[in-house]
């Protein structure tokens, strides 16, 4: 089955700018996207088809995506983007919807 | 505004069929675009897609548990319904609806809170 790999955690301090990578075989064809999961809550959509911003997402958040690979940047990241990221994507065939091991992003 | 809810049992016993429904309001079933996905997550570990209905009633599900899985809607009751069989331990977890958008792919835009389903005897 298809699998998304992202690295387990990421550890910056506030005002920095972290990376949250994604890899995946099928990326170079299809597109990646990025959900943000706080303590509790449900998942909120942060970037989609790659590197567009939902309407009400911080223009810190960017993404974009090179061959096998996609990541999430939060340039200058605040106390507050602390939470798990996954991203989200489709097999070559299109129809098996995958999400990666997700990241858990501590800022402090 | 877009809103999704899910409700359903909190706890079955193993073996049981497990019956959950999405409850939808801010946008039509039917809609050319429009679908809906079921996600679940055990406790303390990752999103896993489960199923999805789009807005001409196309099924697609997660081949792993494509044998246990049914999905259907009823427009008139802006529902969604996912029935698991065979329930084991290992379902456990918060299912989560969401509004699926049809583009160049299907995404997730809008979740609902999620329901906590305890599988044991």
């Known amino acids: 089955s298809y699998e998304l790999t992202q690295p387990p955690s990421v550890s910056v301090s506030p005002g920095q700018t972290a990376r949250l990578t994604c890899s995946g075989d099928?990326?170079?064809?299809?597109?990646a996207y990025w959900y943000q999961q706080k303590s509790g809550q449900a998942p909120v959509l942060v970037i989609y088809?790659?590197?567009k911003r939902p309407s009400g997402i911080p223009e810190r958040f960017s993404g974009s995506s090179s061959e096998t690979m996609a990541t999430l940047t939060i340039s200058g990241a605040q106390v507050e983007d602390e939470a798990d990221y996954y991203c989200?994507?489709?097999?070559?065939?299109?129809?098996?919807?995958?999400f990666g091991g997700g990241t858990k992003l501590t800022v402090l | 505004q877009v809103t999704l809810r899910e409700s359903g049992p909190a706890l079955v016993k193993p073996t049981q069929t497990l019956t959950l429904t999405c409850t939808v309001s801010?946008?039509?079933?039917?809609?050319?675009?429009?679908?809906v996905s079921w996600i679940r997550q055990p406790p303390g570990k990752a999103l896993e897609w489960l199923a999805l209905?789009?807005?001409?009633?196309?099924?697609f599900y997660i081949t792993s548990l494509k044998t246990r899985l049914a999905i259907s809607k009823d427009t008139s009751k802006n529902h969604v319904v996912l029935r698991m069989t065979n329930t084991d331990p290992a379902d456990t977890g918060t299912y989560y609806c969401?509004?699926?958008?049809?583009?160049?792919?299907?995404?997730?835009?809008?979740w609902g809170k999620g329901t906590t389903v305890t599988v044991s005897s």
């Open positions: 088809e790659d590197s």
């Open positions: 209905i789009d807005w001409d009633d196309d099924e």
């Open positions: 989200y994507s489709t097999d070559s065939s299109g129809n098996q919807w995958v």
């Open positions: 099928a990326l170079p064809k299809k597109y």
């Open positions: 969401a509004r699926t958008l049809e583009r160049s792919d299907y995404y997730m835009d809008v």
């Open positions: 801010g946008f039509s079933l039917n809609a050319s675009g429009m679908s």
